[in-house]
């Protein structure tokens, strides 16, 4: 299964992008599972990276809004790159002894 790993605010942006008459065929669940890491996170830690474990489909819608708010910020892919590269580094750090 395809995890994605995108900082809260990023989150927020696709749950928004989901959620709007642009994206009316999101797959079955996707956007409650968003919406219920939204609930977990703590609203503080707006640059944090959270992960979610997708189905090809919902991986697919998220690409698919990710490319959608790309257009309207240039910059968004850049700064997706970097959170990944972060929580990699993090994640290798944490389970190698």
């Not at 309207?72 to 700064?79: F, G, K, L, N, T």
């Amino acid at each position: 299964m395809p995890r994605i790993v995108l900082s809260l605010t990023e989150w927020q942006s696709i749950a928004r992008e989901l959620a709007g008459a642009a994206n009316p065929n999101s797959p079955p669940g996707l956007q409650q599972r968003i919406q219920a890491l939204l609930h977990q996170a703590p609203r503080g830690w707006p640059d944090q990276p959270f992960a979610l474990e997708l189905d090809e489909s919902s991986c697919d819608a998220v690409v698919a809004a990710q490319d959608a708010l790309v257009r309207r910020d240039p910059h968004v892919r850049q700064r997706i790159a970097s959170v990944a590269e972060a929580v990699e580094i993090i994640h290798d750090h944490q389970h190698h002894p």
